[in-house]
């Protein structure tokens, strides 16, 4: 089957879906069981962590989900939590013991990087971050008790790449784990486990769930073992996701594969628009031709978000609030993914241990949604003549 059809015929609960397409959406604390015995064996045998058992395991709508993403990333199975945070943090610190050395790459999402240093570092974890750039020389900063390399390409806010093949033949060299957030791409456009990744992670609330009306995490392991580890982390912390935000999730999946290409033309159609504007210092967008990750952009993905940050000539708050508040079709806020086009402002300096990113101070982030471009086009274009 090719892989659009996939994502249409997996995730669907064959004994509901003889009567609706949809799997309902099942609310549930008490799951009820006929008699003694099979409560009393309700964790036994290869069901463990398939069967519904309690609501704060798992709902039939979380396992549905779970099936589908998994079939997506080519992974064994996939854990669903209640955020895209707790997606990473519930990876990486289900994987970390006291004495050990995690890698984190300098590019990291700020919420993860938080965690790392707000909490690992207090349970007694050596936590050190990379420079993006460094591929397979990660084997260099490898040390006897590095268990895991993080990885996110392109990163958070400043959207370099990463050579995710080479990072990962390197970590698994010294013995190490590699795990990804790979949400910017989304597993139709990157799988990272087919790059030598064991773990692959995503923000559900982003492009999966595509309406801004929910937040969703989603791990995937490339092997039982990792999952098993994983799942039972996530269920001593007690972090699932609503069967409800399960089932708009798994909605939203169904249409992924027309969304993400048309947020990604209408991307390359603005972002190219914007970098030859004047008034515009530098868009950083693997997907334009000028961008530093192109290249291997253009080896892995080949396709991807449509989110992006802009560099402006004029690099002063004032002026950068008139562009933004006049904006029209944009609205100003976090997240990213829906249908609609968003602008978000971050001010530098950015959180960086290993490399500074000092390019401006005041850094925009867009997100293009599923209107025209023209239109998006005409609305920045009055925006810039603000500045
Ligand atoms: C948004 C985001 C997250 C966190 O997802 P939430 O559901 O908002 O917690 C993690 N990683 C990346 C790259 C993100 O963009």
Redesign the pocket.
């Known amino acids: 089957m090719k892989e659009v059809t996939r994502l249409i015929h997996t995730g669907l609960n064959a004994e509901v879906a003889q009567s609706v397409v949809n799997v309902p959406v099942h609310r549930a604390s008490t799951i009820a069981y006929a008699d003694l015995h099979s409560y009393l064996t309700r964790f036994d045998d290869n069901n463990r962590y398939k069967s519904v058992t309690y609501g704060a395991t798992g709902s039939t709508n979380s396992r549905a989900l779970a099936e589908a993403i998994a079939v997506l990333e080519g992974g064994f199975d996939t854990v669903v939590t209640s955020?895209?945070?707790?997606a990473?943090t519930l990876a990486i610190g289900a994987l970390l013991s006291q004495g050990d050395h995690v890698l984190i790459t300098d590019s990291v999402?700020g919420?993860?990087r938080s965690y790392c240093d707000k909490v690992l570092k207090r349970y007694g974890v050596e936590v050190e971050y990379f420079d993006p750039a460094t591929g397979g020389g990660i084997k260099d900063l490898c040390k006897p008790n590095t268990r895991l390399v993080f990885v996110?390409s392109p990163g958070?806010l400043t959207f370099e790449m990463q050579d995710i093949a080479a990072i990962a033949e390197a970590a698994h060299s010294c013995g190490a784990l590699v795990a990804m957030?790979n949400?910017?791409a989304t597993p139709l456009y990157f799988k990272p486990l087919a790059h030598g990744v064991d773990i692959s992670i995503q923000?559900g609330?982003?492009y999966i769930s595509g309406h801004s009306d929910l937040?969703?995490?989603l791990i995937t392991s490339a092997t039982e073992e990792l999952h098993m580890r994983i799942a039972d982390h996530a269920m001593m912390q007690g972090d699932i996701a609503s069967p409800d935000d399960c089932y708009l999730a798994l909605r939203g999946l169904r249409t992924l594969s027309l969304r993400v290409p048309r947020h990604f033309e209408s991307a390359v159609v603005v972002a190219s628009w914007l970098e030859n504007h004047n008034d515009v210092k530098r868009v950083l967008y693997p997907p334009l031709q000028s961008d530093p990750g192109h290249e291997l952009w253009r080896r892995d993905v080949g396709g991807g978000a449509s989110l992006f940050g802009v560099v402006l000539e004029k690099d002063n708050l004032t002026s950068i609030s008139r562009l933004v508040d006049g904006l029209e079709l944009f609205k100003i806020g976090s997240?990213?993914g829906g249908f609609e086009s968003l602008v978000a402002a971050n001010l530098t300096p950015i959180a960086r241990d290993v490399v500074p990113w000092t390019e401006c101070s005041v850094l925009l982030r867009f997100h293009i949604g599923l209107e025209d471009p023209d239109d998006l086009i005409d609305d920045l274009e009055a925006g810039l003549k603000r500045l």
């Not at 955020?83 to 707790?86: I, P, Q």
């Open positions: 955020t895209g945070l707790s990473c999402y919420p993860t996110e958070s957030d949400t910017w923000a609330t982003k937040v969703i995490g997240s990213w």
